[in-house]
């Protein structure tokens, strides 16, 4: 079966080589030219020819030359001294044998035609190139000159292209001289082609055929070169591609620049560049088979031979470019040899890849075989005459046979290619399939390492060695982090299946922002970052998934976070076009255009140089730019080295910002699809309002089991519900009235703020993405100023994830309800925390009326003993001493001590009572100074005053000698009422000072009583108590009722002073 595969291999390998010859055969037929007188002595007699039948011939034979001669144009002129016979074509080197070799060179061709007596036909004679410049004189009259032959070296000018001149030769007789000049460089000068005469129609259109051949045949190598340039550009961007480009251009160069030269006649090129041009043209040509060799040959051979061959083809480009032009024209030699010797190694390898190509190996069989034929035919030219003057086909059969050989490989890789690309795709699909399966089996065990860690963390804190507490630390965040990647792996695969569903809705991008930032402030890592905000209030609305929104713009500022060291982040958004944009801009390490090219793809990170633990998987910001694109916008980046980066994305605005010129924005998909309802849709409360309304049989029954819970129907929580949506506020307010609660709304946190001044709080619901101040900063700020339990907040997020309860969670929240919202849910949990609320007011209530009634042994001893010795000295101040005492006692264990509020003169009446009974006891040492503004129905908490005051008795006047004084101000000041009660004691040092005012004192430094005077101030009015004390000069302890807090219902903390703080000397 080899045997016969073989043979008939060879049967078509030499039927290809028969046609080949064959049709050159065809064309020398086509182009030849009959037999003919040659030149004899300088004359050739043409008389008897018949043009018409035959119009052409050569005048080829022996010429008359005078070397060293530019002789006189006139014709029948007798013959000048040193005449001598030179053959046409030749070289006329034999006549200068006896000068230099360098020496410049003229002399004149002669040659006497003679033609037919009768005719009328216009001659044309086709000159080869002679070399290298060279006039023409048809009896006596110049016809043509290329260059300037002179016969001297300074007045020659070079010319180098074949041309043709006509004339007519009414005498019958045609007296041709030709001068020729040649420069010292040139190896080989004269007339050393071919001379062609005949009819002028005939020789134009035998050397338009040559010249159209040459064109012909460079048109074909440019195309394929424009074919190669184009595959690179599309895709297959190698090396061999543009090489095999490389070489159809210098071929065409070095086609157009033989025979009739065309190139160098529309360039107008002298010998010397076109020399230079078409050496360089063939060694760009060996050049190139050496690279195409090394790319597809290299297992056959080894690499040195390439690298001498390039070298040498390299040294030899230089010397053609820079050596004098006389040794460049007489280097073609090595040229040649060092030519052959490539393409016979070129040959030798094709034919090993023929033995090894077992599916395209046949078309290089052919591309060798028509250049053998080629070499074949030149080989045997002395016995079978000279050749036509341009014979393309066997150069286009090596042409297409190695094109096809090389497309058709290239077709069958881009085949295999598409082929491995199916299943790459495949395997792909498995991965994504396996990943996801993956993260949602780790995520369970993962959360429950996570809990244990934190869980040890916190019982054990005071056992753990300070390394190990930060290994733990540092465990909790690795653990984290690879909670986020879990959560990115299975974004990606949604995305890739495209099963995310977005449900669109008109946002404001200041309060997701807003939310955003203030969630990554808690997760900076200590560095020293600032986020800013940089969105008018202004900016319109956009139309996008809230839940998604959050999601990009938290993994791109924490992208950043990542990459940036120090400096400032900042979010900024502006209108473009028609569509908002947002830009995230920091000032961190940044990226080059290579990775910024990668920034995007799946599980592609850009080389920081920052390393951390957890670092991902590069999924972030290939899930930001898909989630970007499903709402119709780009995600682009830009960044400098070393200067920062800037991520920008588009969103649609709202439809009443771009009706004018969009179209309407597509609906929504259903509401019941894979997210459920709307992020913040009214619909689920919607539908439990109705449920719950008083007119249901549920809502009647669930009505009377809430009186009967909570004890609510007369006193009423009130309740303080925060977003930027008024949808949202109207459903909760309708839904949390119907629970019986005192409800108000605020439409943004400033305003909560506000509203925070005018009533007694019982909880604080907040949403989280709110423009300017979001939920979590919000919530941070009621912390500054209430504890956990004095005023509750209630955050309302749409998104679930561990950064976003955590960041509530930081930021002070007591609970959250994740959107939608479920009325059943969020109720309870509004019912838990209100409930928590009361049982810490009325604790601190019941707390100070049980310290009050705990009347110290101290007290009630020295007022006894003041009562006995009255008795026996002064009977009238002993009655007035027990009237005194039995008004403390009657106030000390008056129920009314657990309400929340009484009048200003009840809390008077004990401070009286007490001060009386003490007066007794230090006689003229104590000075009360009463100074009390009439502010009509004021109110304050019981138990306030009295507190400050036997503060102030017990440790400030025993201290001195001297007694002192007891100033009890109450001051009716702009903005409210001022308390405030002074001491000229001994005071206290800035240290002591210092540790009273600590917020994380103890109440064993700053004593139970005053501390619960403080904690009740706080909770009322926002702000404790103030204390002011320097050594010598006494101490002052104030605190503020605000105006808005002084009528009996409207209670409220207020913002809190700053040196408030909880002090006491109890």
């Given amino acids: 079966m080899k045997t016969y595969k073989k043979l008939r291999v060879f049967i078509w390998v030499l039927l290809f080589f028969l046609s080949l010859g064959g049709l050159r055969l065809i064309w020398s037929q086509m182009t030849s030219i009959p037999a003919h007188p040659p030149a004899v002595k300088g004359s050739l007699n043409l008389q008897n020819w018949d043009f018409a039948e035959n119009p052409l011939v050569t005048l080829d034979g022996e010429w008359e030359f005078y070397p060293n001669q530019l002789i006189p144009f006139e014709s029948g002129s007798a013959a000048p001294a040193r005449m001598q016979v030179l053959q046409v074509p030749g070289s006329w080197e034999q006549a200068f044998a006896t000068e230099a070799k360098d020496s410049y060179r003229f002399g004149s061709y002669r040659l006497r035609v003679s033609l037919p007596r009768d005719t009328k036909l216009t001659f044309s004679i086709r000159l080869p190139d002679i070399r290298s410049a060279s006039g023409v ?18 007045g020659f000018i070079p010319g180098y292209h074949p041309s043709s001149v006509t004339f007519t030769a009414d005498s019958g007789q045609a007296d041709l001289i030709i001068h020729a000049a040649s420069p010292s460089s040139m190896k080989a000068g004269g007339i050393t082609g071919s001379v062609r005469f005949g009819e002028e129609g005939a020789l134009t259109r ?72 078409i050496l360089i043209a063939y060694t760009g040509i ?51 040899l060092s030519g052959l010797s490539t393409d016979l190694v070129f040959l030798v390898l094709m034919l090993r890849t023929v033995k090894r190509e077992k599916e395209d190996g046949m078309f290089l069989l052919l591309g060798i075989t028509a250049v053998v034929s080629n070499v074949f035919w030149a080989a045997i030219e002395p016995v079978t005459g000279p050749e036509p003057d341009f014979y393309p086909l066997d150069l286009l059969a090596a042409l297409f046979a190695l094109a096809a050989y090389w497309f058709k490989r290239y077709f069958r890789t881009s085949a295999r290619t598409a082929e491995l690309a199916e299943r790459l795709q495949k395997e792909d699909k498995r991965k994504d399939d396996f990943l996801a399966n993956t993260s949602h089996e780790l995520r369970n065990p993962l959360h429950g390492i996570l809990n244990m860690a934190q869980t040890v963390l916190h019982t054990e804190q005071d056992r753990l060695t300070e390394e190990s507490r930060k290994n733990m630390e540092l465990l909790l965040t690795v653990g984290q982090r690879m909670s986020l990647l879990l959560n990115d792996l299975l974004d990606i ?21 807003a939310g955003v930032a203030d969630m990554l402030r808690y997760m900076t890592g200590g560095k020293p970052l600032e986020l800013k905000l940089d969105i008018p209030e202004t900016f319109p609305p956009v139309l996008a998934d809230e839940n998604r929104l959050t999601q990009i713009l938290f993994n791109l500022v924490h992208n950043a976070i990542k990459f940036t060291n120090e400096g400032t982040i900042v979010i900024e958004a502006r209108v473009r076009d028609g569509h908002a944009e947002i830009r995230i801009a920091d000032t961190g390490i940044g990226m080059d255009g290579q990775q910024l090219v990668q920034l995007f793809q799946p599980y592609e990170q850009a080389d920081s140089g920052i390393t951390s633990p957890g670092g991902g998987m590069g999924l972030g910001l290939g899930i930001c730019k898909s989630l970007v694109e499903l709402h119709g916008g780009v995600l682009e980046a830009s960044s400098v080295p070393g200067q920062g980066s800037v991520f920008s994305f588009t969103l649609p605005l709202a439809e009443p910002f771009r009706a004018a010129v969009y179209p309407a924005y597509p609906a929504g998909p259903d509401k019941n699809g894979p997210f459920g309802h709307d992020a913040l849709s009214p619909a ?33 929580p009130s309740i303080l519900v925060v977003d930027d949506d008024p949808v949202n506020l109207t459903v909760l307010r309708n839904l949390l009235a119907s629970e019986g609660y005192r409800v108000e709304t605020a439409a943004s946190g400033r305003e909560a703020l506000s509203l925070l001044d005018g009533n007694g709080w019982d909880l604080v619901i907040s949403d989280v993405m709110m423009p300017l101040m979001s939920g979590y900063e919000l919530t941070w700020t009621i912390r500054g100023r209430h504890t956990l339990a004095e005023l509750p907040v209630l955050l309302l997020t749409a998104r679930s994830s561990p950064q976003d309860i955590t960041a509530g969670f930081l930021a002070g929240a007591n609970d959250y309800v994740t959107k939608p919202l479920g009325a059943y849910d969020l109720k309870a949990r509004v019912r838990s925390l209100i409930g928590l609320k009361l049982s810490v007011e009325e604790r601190l209530r019941m707390e100070a009326a049980w310290l009050q009634a705990q009347i110290k042994p101290h007290f009630f001893f020295n007022t006894i003993n003041s009562i006995s010795i009255l008795s026996e000295i002064d009977p009238a101040k002993m009655r007035s001493l ?34 009386a009974v003490e007066t007794v006891r230090h006689g003229n040492r104590l000075g009360i100074h009463w100074e009390i503004d009439d502010i009509p129905g004021l109110r304050l908490p019981p138990l306030s005053i009295q507190p400050l005051v036997e503060n102030a008795l017990i440790h400030g006047v025993p201290d001195k000698k001297s007694g002192g004084v007891i100033r009890i101000e109450v001051k009716n000041r702009e903005n409210g009422t001022e308390v405030r009660v002074t001491d000229n004691g001994t005071g206290m040092d800035p240290a002591i000072l210092g540790k009273l005012q600590g917020v994380d004192a103890g109440e064993e430094r700053r004593g139970i009583g005053l501390a619960n005077t403080d904690r009740r101030l706080r909770h009322m009015y926002g702000t404790g108590l103030t204390l002011e004390s320097s050594p010598g000069l006494g101490t002052a302890v104030s605190f503020f009722i605000p105006a808005s807090c002084m009528s009996g219902d409207s209670l409220q903390p207020r913002k809190q002073q700053k040196n408030s703080v909880s002090p006491g000397r109890d």
């Fill in 137 to 154: 004189f048809v009896n006596g009259q110049p016809i043509h000159l290329i260059g300037r032959p002179a016969d001297t070296g300074e």
């Fill in 206 to 277: 035998t050397v338009w055929i040559g010249i159209g051949s040459q064109l012909a045949i460079a048109l074909v190598l440019l195309i394929h070169s424009a074919y190669a340039v184009l595959l690179y550009l599309i895709g297959a961007q190698r090396k061999s591609v543009l090489t095999f480009a490389s070489l159809g251009l210098f071929a065409a160069v070095a086609v157009l620049l033989d025979d009739g030269k065309p190139l160098a006649v529309w360039l107008n090129m002298g010998y010397e560049t076109a020399t230079r041009t």
């Fill in 882 to 915: 027990l009237e005194e005492f039995s008004a403390y006692l009657q106030n000390s264990f008056d129920f009314q001590n657990s309400e929340q509020l009484i009048p200003l003169q009840r809390e008077l009446e004990l401070v009286r009572s007490y001060l």
């Fill in 684 to 716: 689920p409360l919607a539908a439990a309002e109705e449920e719950l309304s008083p007119a249901s049989p549920t809502g009647q029954a669930a009505q009377t089991a809430r009186q009967e819970q909570t004890g609510w129907p007369e006193k009423r």
């Fill in 286 to 336: 060996a050049l190139c088979l050496i690279q195409l060799a090394r790319l597809w040959f290299l297992k056959q051979t080894g690499k040195r031979i390439f690298r001498m061959l390039q070298f040498v083809y390299v040294l030899y480009t230089l010397f053609i470019l820079f050596a004098p032009a006389y040794m460049v024209s007489r280097s073609s030699l090595f040229l040649t």
């Fill in 493 to 513: 695969t949604l995305l890739k299946e495209n099963r995310v569903r977005l449900q669109p809705k008109e946002l404001k991008i200041q309060s997701v922002a």
